[in-house]
């Protein structure tokens, strides 16, 4: 009976905690909860033992499996990227940077770039295509790194980030009511569930002047 009800007490308060992530892990909450509550029934009310040990046994052990291919799809293994151009370090003469790189986003996922200057603000920018001169799984974009008045000599970072398309695409629209052809945003932090880069290098601006730059 102790057996029973320290199995059913795991069962309830995982469901319960389990209920507060995304849609697809509610999945094992679910499950702990068709277990959970004919359980209870059967310990509170005599004579109404719906679950055996054993069968009680055998759906934690099911719920626990489904539990971990769950988790194991929703986050998948995070992709590897390689930045192609520029080189870590480059002295770039001029502020609008082109950015390549090669690697394959999970499902569901889409690339981001940005840059930073030192600790500052990063500047995320959403329109990311496909390189036709390498193969599937190469990229291509622009950022901008300082102006033409701003950030002569500073050393500027580099970001590829892996997130949710649908978030990526959103975002990317926050500014265009201001001007329809901008598809950055900016942000001190990446969006919630973007713990770290793809792939990060960083570049360095030259110091003299460039009229390719916006003021």
């Known amino acids: 009976m102790a057996a029973d009800l320290l199995a059913l007490g795991v069962a309830a308060i995982t469901a319960v905690s389990v209920s507060f992530f995304s849609p697809p892990i509610r999945v094992v909450g679910f499950l702990l909860l068709g277990i959970a509550v004919p359980g209870a029934v059967s310990v509170v009310i005599p004579g109404r033992r ?3 040990r054993r069968a009680l046994t055998a759906a934690l052990t099911l719920t626990v499996a489904t539990g971990g291919i769950v988790v194991i799809y929703h986050n998948p293994t995070p992709t590897t990227v390689r930045f192609s151009v520029p080189g870590k370090g480059d002295v770039i003469s001029t502020c609008l940077v082109e950015l390549r790189f090669d690697g394959k986003p999970n499902r569901d996922s889409a690339f981001v770039v940005a840059t930073r200057q030192g600790s500052g603000l990063y500047y995320f920018e ?12 190469s990229w291509r974009a622009q950022v901008q790194a300082g102006s033409k008045s701003r950030g002569l000599g500073e050393r500027f970072e580099l970001f590829v980030f892996a997130m ?3 978030v990526a695409r959103y975002l990317s629209t926050v500014r265009q009511d201001l001007d329809p052809t901008n598809t950055f945003w900016v942000a001190r932090t990446p969006p919630p569930g973007v713990l770290a880069p793809a792939a990060a290098t960083y570049i360095r601006r030259a110091s003299g002047e460039d009229l390719t730059c916006p003021e």
């Open 126 to 137: 959403a329109s990311v295509q496909q390189d036709p001169s390498g193969g599937p799984d």
């Open 164 to 166: 949710d398309q649908d």
């Open 50 to 52: 719906i679950w055996t």
